[in-house]
């Protein structure tokens, strides 16, 4: 019987770190500049030169568009993780909209050529940046299905388990936004008084909570399936 010589175990796969985006925006190397808002600060202002993309470092910020005839819209809620500003690397010259701090918040701030410059020298980030525009668009044409076919009810549904990221963990988890129904009533596009007549019967249905905060409960799903 020959006997085989036995084979070296085989060395394992050295794997490449995952890219921080945050790190790389904080290095040393990247031209930045950390700034900061109070509650209900205006971070930029719809009509303001568009000369800078900023990453949220921390807390959230609100973006709204106001109508010729005065009629304010929420559009998103942007959180830790998130970038604002970015239109102006498509050539947009003017803020289309406002963004609102929410909260205490804390944003890193680069300037546009140097952004520019970076998304060519650095794949990782560029391939980051690129996945966040996608899913950016995904979730715009989200939003206007949402807005065509499914009743106020449904609407508030999805926004308020947007917000609490539904389906990142797999706890519930507190919305950190600090919002008022005015401003929910703005997101989904009805009044106060339906939405606190909605928030009322999620909160007696036990899918949310007011407990140091609303808490949305992953049951809070069953509203957006339902026909």
């Known amino acids: 019987m020959k006997i085989m010589p036995a084979k070296k175990p085989a060395k394992a796969l050295k794997t490449a770190p995952e890219f921080d985006l945050e790190d790389f925006l904080e290095s040393a190397g990247l031209?930045?500049?950390?700034?900061?808002?109070?509650?209900?600060?205006?971070?930029?202002?719809?009509?303001?030169?568009a000369t800078q993309v900023m990453y949220i470092q921390h807390s959230s910020a609100k973006i709204s568009v106001l109508s010729k005839s005065g009629k304010e819209a929420v559009v998103a809620m942007l959180s830790?993780?998130?970038?604002?500003?970015?239109?102006?690397?498509?050539?947009?010259?003017?803020?289309?909209?406002?963004?609102?701090?929410m909260s205490p918040t804390t944003l890193l701030v680069v300037e546009k050529p140097h952004m520019m410059q970076m998304l060519h020298k650095e794949p990782a980030l560029s391939d980051?940046?690129?996945?966040?525009?996608?899913?950016?668009?995904?979730?715009?044409?989200?939003?206007?299905?949402?807005q065509l076919f499914n009743s106020s009810e449904k609407r508030l549904a999805r926004a308020l388990l947007l917000m609490a990221r539904y389906g990142e963990e797999p706890k519930q988890q507190q919305v950190v936004h600090e919002l008022?129904?005015?401003?929910?009533?703005?997101?989904?596009?009805t009044t106060r008084s339906r939405v606190n007549f909605f928030m009322n019967k999620f909160r007696d249905l036990g899918f949310i909570?007011?407990?140091g905060g609303l808490k949305v409960n992953s049951s809070l799903l069953s509203v957006v399936l339902h026909d």
């Open 31 to 49: 031209a930045r500049t950390i700034a900061k808002y109070e509650k209900a600060d205006v971070i930029y202002s719809q009509g303001d030169h």
């Open 180 to 189: 008022s129904q005015e401003t929910l009533a703005e997101m989904v596009g």
């Open 209 to 211: 909570e007011y407990n």
């Open 128 to 146: 980051r940046f690129r996945l966040h525009m996608l899913m950016r668009n995904i979730r715009i044409e989200e939003d206007l299905i949402d």
């Open 80 to 101: 830790a993780g998130d970038f604002l500003g970015e239109g102006c690397l498509a050539g947009q010259t003017r803020r289309m909209a406002t963004a609102t701090a």
